[in-house]
């Protein structure tokens, strides 16, 4: 059973870019939540995704935005790169409308901004 | 807003010594917390979770956390910690009625052989 995959593993982009990141779902899982890691801290709540709709959102700047496909596969897309934008990017999945509460996390994708 | 306290960044023990991390949140309401665990090289990975009920809640690896409800913490216990415990542990909070879940900053243990 597949877990949780991420792609790609490194990322390097410079000020001003654009970067999709993206992240298939453990099977049998619908709900798909995005987190930004920086260096030092825990999980930041980015948003999730369910049926192909953003579901709930943290304090992220709109130049974060996402997307579900219908086989529940999502993609993180961040536009005018900053250097703050520097993280572990993490990608989690659960199974219908319990959201968060059971997630399983994938390995994550670094984003170096330069 | 939701957050959660992690009191220690970094902990230092020897094999078989008991281990308590300390977790606090602030929310009003009710909750549901966890703690996850993150081994070297490995994916963050849930370790206990709390939703309802008993306090007390026991998780993988011999590990249990207890509620405590008027002190808004959840802190993490283990009696006889291994060298395989060494991990970064990260404490987590969310509202029944929410999606978002708030994570502490996280712990890093380190268990001497």
């Known amino acids: 059973d597949a877990g949780v995959t991420q792609s790609p593993t490194h990322l390097i982009k410079t000020r001003g870019q654009q970067v999709t990141l993206r992240c298939s779902p453990k099977s049998g899982h619908d709900t798909v939540s995005w987190y930004q890691q920086a260096l030092g801290q825990g999980p930041q709540f980015i948003f999730q995704y369910y049926e192909e709709e953003e579901r709930q959102r943290g304090n992220f700047p709109d130049r974060f935005s996402g997307h579900q496909f219908p086989n529940y596969s999502s993609e993180l897309n961040v536009n005018a790169l900053l250097l703050g934008d520097s993280a572990l990017y993490l990608c989690?999945?659960?199974?219908?409308?319990?959201?968060?509460?059971?997630?399983?996390f994938g390995p994550g994708t670094r984003l170096t901004v330069t | 807003a939701q957050s959660v306290s992690q009191h220690n960044h970094h902990v230092i023990l020897s094999e078989a010594a008991s281990l308590e991390l300390g977790c606090n949140y602030s929310?009003?309401?009710?909750?549901?917390l966890f703690w996850y665990v993150q081994y070297p090289g490995q994916h963050l990975q849930l370790l206990l979770k709390y939703f309802s009920g008993d306090p007390l809640v026991k998780g993988i690896k011999g590990f249990e956390a207890e509620f405590i409800k008027s002190k808004f913490s959840f802190n993490l216990r283990k009696p006889s910690v291994q060298w395989s415990d060494t991990a970064e542990y990260f404490c987590?909070?969310?509202?029944?009625?929410?999606?978002?879940?708030?994570f502490g900053a996280g712990t890093r243990l380190f268990v001497k052989a």
């Open positions: 987590a909070v969310n509202d029944p009625g929410g999606f978002k879940t708030i």
């Open positions: 929310y009003g309401g009710t909750v549901n």
């Open positions: 989690a999945s659960s199974w219908g409308l319990a959201g968060a509460y059971e997630q399983y």
